[in-house]
């Protein structure tokens, strides 16, 4: 059996779900995709499925956990909420990029947006990218981070989900004086158009 | 096999007993200085780090012996390595000049999809022929000794040519790598596929073991999970008994990443594996 086309293989059907329901209704077609001989697609969709899917359901439970763990704050926000708006995004978006902690969280944030607003208020988007932002700026080094946010994004951080805020743009900017200096931060109020 | 590891060398410092190091625990360790001979870091945490977090790295580095356990450097990756991963490793091994580092007999990394998870290795002999290429690839750039971790598995993969031992003891012979026994995932593999750990025990190439972790997991519809959220329950302080009295072992790490119990409840778990180690005379 090939290990570069095994471990492909291995590598789509931990994440992506939607790839591993094709897989086991047709191995033989799907399988070709990432490089799997007939036979070699036949082996693996006839062995066990249960560790399979045991091995995908621990990955989602790891990213789900991982996120909370990056955005504490907009989680904890979201309360009940968070596992459903994740499970959504995971089942479109597989693990990203090379930096475990920050890379699925950037896609679970620009994910927000397309959420209707129903699962959670307007506000909501700007302080999960305000709470990133904050990480993304602790890894810069001296290039300031700056970011332009509808909501006045320092009060949010206080707010229970259910907390109308009318809309004020802000301006926010993350700064090192020296690579090896405290991070700065500032919020600026803007005129509203 | 370039720099191997052999764990009978002087020149392998026995570190003791410690524990793998997580944010949480900073203020406990400095209070309790005395109980924990060394530290675990996981690498990843501090290869794309702020300066805040590389000052708690030198801080931890000022007082206690530090070994790096890397995560996702993908040693069993057809397709190779990440240069950048490897990079950053090596300069994290570079400041932190430990007596050995470790990462994972797995990948997580493969057809241009980073899983973000330890995947198991097919057992076959292209696997340890993949290992021993990208070891050889680590070597020249880290010359510092390396040891592999035995992982949980859930998954058989198809086409195994050997069994769990040998495949490691393949890998261990042809790489010159020495051994990360985590006694736990020894005892969680054959847990969970029915088998008896203690009736397979002289099968282990426990001559390289150099180090060893071990946890309590979690059972989760009949399987055995290796969470790091429970004290270690008495199969595994049997298992990791057996294990000291065969290997040559120069520590022992707990670890613990959920459901965090008080330091003292930790200490104690650690001065059950240190009186183990000397039983056996593994250090003074």
Same mark, same amino acid.
Request: proline share 9%.
């Given at each position: ?193 | ?16 007993? =410690? ?40 801080? %931890? ?18 397709? =190779? ?6 990079? /950053? ?28 998870? %330890? ?23 880290? /010359? ?14 198809? =086409? ?15 790489? @010159?790598? @020495? ?28 001559? !390289? ?5 071990? /946890? ?21 302080? !049997?298992?990791?008994?057996?294990? /000291? ?40």
């Amino acid at each position: 059996m090939g290990l570069a086309a095994i471990q492909a293989a291995l590598a789509r059907l931990a994440i992506d779900p939607t790839w591993r329901d094709r897989f086991y209704r047709d191995p033989i077609a799907v399988g070709a995709e990432v490089g799997l001989s007939p036979t070699e697609a036949l082996a693996l969709a006839e062995s066990d499925r249960r560790p399979i899917d045991e091995f995908a359901a621990s990955l989602h439970r790891k990213r789900r956990a991982q996120i909370r763990r990056t955005l504490p704050i907009a989680v904890r926000a979201l309360g009940d909420r968070y596992g459903r708006l994740f499970d959504r995004y995971a089942h479109e978006a597989p693990p990203r990029g090379s930096r475990a902690d920050l890379d699925d969280a950037l896609g679970f944030v620009a994910a927000l947006n397309s959420f209707p607003e129903t699962d959670r208020p307007p506000w909501f988007p700007d302080l999960a990218r305000y709470e990133l932002a904050w990480q993304l700026a602790a890894r810069t080094g001296i290039w300031p981070v700056v970011r332009l946010f509808r909501f006045p994004v320092g009060r949010l951080i206080h707010l229970p989900l259910a907390a109308e805020v009318t809309p004020a743009p802000t301006l926010a900017i993350w700064w090192r004086p020296s690579p090896r200096s405290r991070l700065r931060h500032v919020l600026f109020p803007l005129p509203r158009r | 096999m370039g720099a191997g590891v052999n764990p009978m060398d002087d020149e392998l410092p026995a570190l003791g007993v =410690g524990l793998g190091f997580r944010p949480p625990f900073l203020a406990d360790l400095f209070r309790n200085r005395r109980g924990v001979d060394f530290l675990e870091i996981t690498a990843d945490h501090y290869l794309d780090a702020p300066p805040e977090k590389l000052d708690e790295l030198k801080l %931890l580095a000022d007082h206690f012996p530090i070994i790096p356990h890397a995560l996702d450097l993908s040693i069993g990756s057809a397709e =190779g390595m990440d240069d950048d991963y490897l990079e /950053a490793l090596a300069g994290l091994v570079e400041r932190l000049n430990p007596p050995w580092w470790s990462e994972h007999l797995a990948f997580t990394r493969a057809g241009g999809v980073a899983i973000g998870h %330890l995947a198991p290795l097919p057992r076959t002999r292209e696997a340890v022929d993949v290992v021993a290429r990208n070891v050889e690839r680590i070597r020249g750039r880290i /010359a510092t000794p390396l040891i592999l971790e035995n992982i949980t598995a859930t998954i058989d993969l198809p =086409g195994a040519e050997l069994d769990e031992p040998e495949f490691l003891s393949m890998v261990l012979d042809q790489t @010159g790598c @020495g051994w990360l026994c985590d006694v736990t995932n020894l005892y969680t593999n054959a847990e969970n596929r029915g088998r008896d750990p203690m009736a397979e025990l002289d099968r282990w190439p426990w001559g !390289r073991a150099v180090q060893f972790h071990f /946890a309590g997991g979690h059972r989760q519809g009949g399987t055995l999970i290796d969470s790091h959220a429970h004290t270690t329950p008495p199969e595994v302080w !049997r298992l990791l008994d057996e294990a /000291a009295r065969r290997a040559p072992v120069r520590g022992i790490i707990l670890e613990r990443d959920e459901n965090l119990p008080p330091m003292a409840d930790l200490l104690d778990e650690l001065d059950r594996a240190r009186a183990i180690a000397r039983r056996y005379e593994r250090w003074a």
